[in-house]
């Protein structure tokens, strides 16, 4: 398909907002190659259906007959890839998964890309990217004075899934090196907004609120992280993939660290104004502390000043406009929460929070 991009992982939270957004703005197909695991849901890109420019395969990067098949048939320009598993706390509960997608995944879609890119004619050669999507949490854990993560920053992954996306970080670099394979790495913050799937701190809290549920903060709620509002994530990968410097890794953020117990105490603000409780009480009386991650990072916090001076990328939102559309968003699609509120995901939750899920371990503020 002329002009076409591979985005891998696209049924997932930020692939189908980049999906959806990349459409809107670009003539240019989308073929989207996504297993669906859980957190993948179709739903998220019922507004694509119809729509010639979206291909979609259910399939995993880890096939290599499958993608040597797809980049042989639709000849992309570039490969996007989202596709990995992305909570910290299953991988702490069942870190193989993310060693076999997030690292052993990588490697063979590498592989696959390589071979395809080294039979390209010169000028589809030169134009062809590779962008990986990586996270913050490679660089570890910051004091609470110290700098925030540049570029520079040595890669110090503590949990499994930082640890899985650290080593796919290090082997795309590698490919770079070695093989000259033009690639381009993100490493973004946390990010928040329409189509989050409710396993994660932002959603889980307004999913949990509505329905009554304790809201579970871990140990005392004063980790921070720094939020992005997820389509600015997606402006600033389309950036990226237009003029990044070949084999260059540019960090992503907002300049909006907070709080966990901010956030909570924000969200449940929010609810107050727009759908009050019926007993009039106000969500914060919902927040429960329950036992700490274990090996939990303290603080992240994204120095985003290379990707503004050599790109000129900056986000649009603001943390107070984007979380209220997101409180928003969440209140106009409780069809979407109760259908990704399947049998599997009851199961999470009472292997993650305990039988009553979430299990209140301690109760009132620390
Ligand atoms: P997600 O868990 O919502 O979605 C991941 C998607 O990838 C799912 O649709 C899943 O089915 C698919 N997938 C997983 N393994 C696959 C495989 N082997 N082959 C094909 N598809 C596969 O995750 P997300 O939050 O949308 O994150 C997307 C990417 O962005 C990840 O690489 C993550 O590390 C990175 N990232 C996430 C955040 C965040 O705050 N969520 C921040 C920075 C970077
Ligand atoms: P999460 O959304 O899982 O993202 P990450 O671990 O990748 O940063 O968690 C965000 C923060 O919120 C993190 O410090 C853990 C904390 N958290 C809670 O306090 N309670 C919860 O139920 C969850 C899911 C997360």
New binding site residues.
Partial sequence: MKNCIIV??????????FVLDWLAQSEDPVIN?????????LENLASLQGDPRHVFVQ?????RALVDGLLAQHQPRAIV???????VDRSIHGPEAFV???IV?TFHLLEAVRAYWSGLEAPAKQAFRFLH?????VYGSLGKEEPAFTEQHAHEPNSP?SAS?AASDHLVRAWHHTYGLPVLT???????GP???PE?LIPLVIVNALAGKPLPVYGDGQQIRDW?Y?RD?CSAIRRVLEAGRLGETYN?GGWNEQANLTIVRMICGLLDQFQPRADGKPYQDQIAFVTDRPGHDRRYAIDARKIERELGWKPAETFDSGIAKTVQWYLTHQDWVAHVQSGAYRDWLSTQYGATSPAVLVTGAP
């Avoid at 999507?133 to 949490?137: G, I, M, R």
């Fill in positions: 891998t992982g696209g049924a997932g939270f930020i692939g189908s907002n190659l996504d297993k669906l695991s859980y957190a993948g849901n399939g995993d990067i880890g096939d890839n989202f596709a990995a598993e992305s909570h076999q997608n997030n995944g999507v990586s996270t913050d949490e899934y996306k993100t490493n973004c913050s946390n990010n928040y189509y989050h799937f994660k992005l997820v994530h992503i």
